[in-house]
């Protein structure tokens, strides 16, 4: 069994989305086994979204490629737009309460991630979280100088997974407990 850490950022808890979001995961068989509300300081949300050149190439290079499709070529490197990205998630994400819960299960990163959908919700797949509860585009983020409201983050591998449920949750806060479905799910 996997864990993975799963935030409904300040748009889905301030959009009443809470019970929505967390019985899509319930329902697919996955247990939440810790769970809190904060508003989290600047300093926590610059950790969780830490300046690794690898992330803040693979943001930007999202970023430029949606931009190409409509024809716009941004002057900005990978890493410019990376940086430019991060500090908007900063500033957003401890601008409101967030919750915070660690999500137990089979394969629960790989399972949690199809469930929540694709980065932009405006192509996101219509079943999942970000497809079905918003139309948010890059195009409108970026006009609008924040980042997409895309409801939710989740870890997006292994390693990923484990430092970021370490920087979230003390060791006391991860709860072990029986689901009472578990025999009949797995
Ligand atoms: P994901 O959350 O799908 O794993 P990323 O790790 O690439 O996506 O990006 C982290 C978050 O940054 C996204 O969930 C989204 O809120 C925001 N974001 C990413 N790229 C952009 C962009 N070009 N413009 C605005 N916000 C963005």
Same mark, same amino acid.
């Given at each position: 069994m996997e864990r993975t850490l799963v935030l409904i950022k300040p748009d889905g808890v301030r959009r009443g989305l809470i019970?929505?979001?967390?019985?899509? @995961?319930?329902?697919?068989?996955? =247990?939440v086994?810790?769970? =809190?509300?904060l508003v989290p300081s600047k300093e926590l949300v610059s950790r969780h979204y830490a300046d690794n050149e690898d992330w803040l190439r693979s943001v930007g290079s999202k970023a430029k490629k949606s931009s190409e499709a409509k024809g716009i070529v941004l002057k900005?490197?990978?890493i410019e737009l990376g940086q430019k990205v991060r500090s908007r998630l900063i500033k957003y994400l401890s601008s409101g309460p967030v919750i915070c819960m660690a999500i137990e299960g089979n394969e629960s990163i790989f399972a949690v991630r199809k469930i929540v959908g694709s980065t932009e919700p405006k192509s996101a797949d219509p079943s999942s979280i970000r497809g079905s509860l918003s139309t948010d585009s890059y195009g409108l983020a970026d006009s609008s100088d924040r980042p997409i409201k895309n409801i939710i983050h989740a870890s997006e591998d292994y390693a990923t997974a484990s430092?970021?449920? =370490?920087?979230? @949750?003390?060791?006391?806060?991860?709860i072990e407990y029986k689901r009472a479905d578990e025999e009949i799910v797995y």
């Open positions: 019970g929505n979001v967390i019985s899509r @995961f319930e329902s697919a068989g996955l =247990k086994c810790a769970i =809190k509300m900005e490197s990978e430092a970021e449920i =370490k920087l979230w @949750f003390s060791e006391s806060e991860l």
